[in-house]
């Protein structure tokens, strides 16, 4: 006896549903790879950031121990001995360091031409550094600004201190005497009004 078997035959993959199987592969592989390169270059410019604020810390502490009289940049004014610009190769990159110093006037001891003026300007140096690097992919430029000023500075410069008491026919104190205080010896004529 003879028997018939239905075998129905294994069905593959068509054309069609092994370009769709690639595509989708290559969508997730790709979407794989560029979010791997993306953590790889976030965590690269971490690094370079990391190093870069580890560059700028080292040149504030070296700043920050030069002589006040000597903080300026080399050319500039103030003059001092800070290179204006500085390469620095620090791990193995190629930093490029920007220093700008300035001397402010301060408005809590008068200004320079104000009410009262202030005949020793520079209070204190603002120094700002700028750190880019030459070699770094993605790097960003980090900025740092930073005010020094010397211990005891009015005592240090040429100019001196007046301190005025108004007392009346009593020797009692005066409160709130408009005192005026004018030396024309000097040119340009220092005039300060006070209360």
Same mark, same amino acid.
């Given at each position: 006896m003879l028997r018939y !078997? %239905?075998? =129905? =035959? +294994? $069905?593959? !993959?068509?054309l069609i549903e092994t370009l769709i199987a690639l595509a989708i592969f290559g969508i997730v592989s790709g979407g794989v790879y560029l979010s791997y390169t993306n953590v790889l270059d976030i965590t690269i410019a971490s690094q370079l950031s990391s190093t870069g604020l580890t560059v700028m810390a080292n040149e504030l502490e070296v700043i920050r121990n030069i002589k006040y009289s000597d903080i300026g940049t080399q050319g500039g004014a103030p003059v001092g001995i800070i290179p204006a610009v500085k390469n620095i190769n620090f791990s193995g990159f190629n930093f490029v360091l920007n220093t700008t110093v300035r001397n402010i006037d301060d408005p809590f001891d008068g200004l320079l031409g104000g009410a009262p003026n202030d005949t020793a300007p520079a209070d204190y140096k603002l120094v700002e550094l700028e750190l880019s690097c030459t070699n770094c992919p993605r790097f960003i430029p980090i900025i740092s600004t930073t005010t020094i000023a010397p211990a005891n500075l009015e005592s240090v410069s040429k100019n001196g201190n007046l301190f005025v008491n108004v007392i009346n026919a009593s020797g009692q104190p005066v409160s709130q $005497? *408009? /005192? +005026? /205080? /004018? %030396? *024309?010896v000097v040119n340009p004529t220092i005039t300060i009004n006070d209360v």
């Open positions: !078997f %239905n075998i =129905k =035959k +294994s $069905a593959g !993959f068509t $005497a *408009n /005192v +005026s /205080v /004018v %030396n *024309n």
